[in-house]
């Protein structure tokens, strides 16, 4: 009978952690959501857009794929698949992880930041294309 509460058990437990990670991205979510509308503000309020200011939209554009990537990592932790497998749960992963990958590539500063960053990041995200077509070709 102290078979049949292990699994209860664990199942609990891992509802619990995924309830307050829920929170906790949630949270970080309205954070950043804040902080992207007091940017646009200043944006606006300085007449910033107008001037087409590459750094503005830079700043504007990854606080907006930091919260897509939040969200979608919310999603894929808080709204699992009844029918998941490792599979599925696996190809989330790399697409989160592609996001991830795109934003440092929409953030990169050719002036600051050296070459080996940049072929560094070509070959990890071009290394998550790969992964993901064979994780999508097995599903």
Same mark, same amino acid.
């Given at each position: &009978?102290?078979?049949? %509460? %292990?699994?209860?058990? #664990?199942? %609990?437990?891992?509802?619990?952690?995924?309830?307050?990670?829920?929170?906790?991205?949630?949270? &970080?979510?309205l954070a950043?959501?804040?902080?992207l509308v007091?940017?646009?503000?200043h944006l606006v309020l300085h007449s910033a857009l107008n001037h087409l200011d590459h750094?503005?939209?830079?700043?504007?554009?990854? &606080?907006?794929?930091?919260?897509?990537?939040?969200?979608?990592?919310? #999603?894929?932790?808080? #709204?699992?698949?009844?029918?998941?497998?490792?599979?599925i749960k696996a190809r989330a992963i790399v697409l989160i992880a592609i996001l991830a990958v795109s934003r440092q590539f929409i953030v990169f500063e050719l002036q600051t930041d050296s070459a080996t960053i940049l072929a560094a990041l070509a070959i990890s995200l071009l290394a998550l294309g790969i992964v993901y077509r064979l994780i999508r070709d097995q599903g």
């Open positions: &009978m102290e078979d049949d %509460k %292990k699994p209860l058990l #664990h199942q %609990k437990f891992e509802q619990a952690v995924t309830a307050i990670l829920a929170v906790l991205i949630s949270i &970080m979510v950043a959501l804040w902080g007091i940017e646009i503000y750094q503005a939209f830079q700043s504007v554009f990854s &606080m907006i794929l930091t919260l897509l990537i939040a969200l979608e990592f919310s #999603h894929s932790i808080v #709204h699992p698949s009844s029918r998941s497998s490792g599979v």
